[in-house]
């Protein structure tokens, strides 16, 4: 029996659609796998911008709180690779172990090293950049993110360090998580690559390139 064009009209008003998946960003889905994959879990809290807690919960900023550069992917290989620089157990120590009231740690600018070389491995050194103020300092590491800089502190520190987090990051249990995650952002910046020449923003003031273009 067919319906009338009224009881279609009601049928259609009062259908309330389920929703039954959620949509994720590709980049931010396979970060996200990776920490859970090395006992992260991270959950979103709109009093901080990164901390740990010592047990495995990692908490970011809401992005609607951060700089437009900063994303899902950038902050957990951020926080993954200060566990990696500061060392295995540090797992169990809130923060990794950083003194948050304490003047800047060397071990910080090792970590941005050991970040850049990382990345390198799939040109995503800009891409993966952190957007804190320790940007300075990650954007003056040369082609080698091994050699020195002059005029900064504790060089002679970090070399070493951020040397043997590069060597500690090819083995358990960063090793294979983080190769894989890394190939996989390398392939979605290929598959976007074609179409950033037509790309435009659907904000009527957004200014800013895409970060796909760097």
């Known amino acids: ?3 009338s064009r009224s009881e ?24 996200l796998a990776t920490a859970r994959r090395l006992g992260l879990h991270v959950r979103r809290n709109p009093a901080i911008f990164s901390a740990t807690d010592g047990t495995g919960l990692l908490e970011l900023g809401p992005l609607s709180t951060l700089d437009a550069d900063d994303c899902t992917a950038q902050m957990i290989f951020h926080e993954l690779c200060h566990w990696i620089t500061n060392g295995l157990e540090t797992f169990h120590e809130r923060d ?10 060397w071990r910080e ?15 995503l050194r800009t891409i993966l ?28 520190l970090v070399i070493p360090l951020a ?18 995650v890394l190939a996989a952002h390398g392939a979605i910046r290929d598959a976007v690559r074609p179409f950033l020449g037509d790309y435009a ?14």
């Open 163 to 180: 040397r043997e987090a590069y060597a500690r990051a090819q083995g358990a249990p960063w090793g294979e998580p983080l190769a894989a």
């Open 129 to 156: 950049a952190p957007t804190s103020q320790f940007r300075k300092y990650y954007d003056e590491i040369p082609e080698d993110p091994f050699a020195p800089m002059p005029g900064w502190h504790c060089e002679e």
């Open 1 to 3: 029996m067919s319906m």
């Open 201 to 214: 923003t659907d904000t009527g003031d957004d200014t800013l390139p895409s970060l796909w273009q760097a």
């Open 109 to 123: 600018h090792a970590c941005l090293r050991l970040q850049a070389a990382l990345a390198d491995r799939h040109g």
């Open 96 to 105: 990794w172990g950083f003194a948050l009231d304490a003047e800047l740690d």
């Open 8 to 31: 279609a009209t009601l049928a259609i008003s009062s259908y309330e659609r389920p929703v039954q998946r959620r949509y994720l960003d590709p980049v931010d889905l396979v970060w």
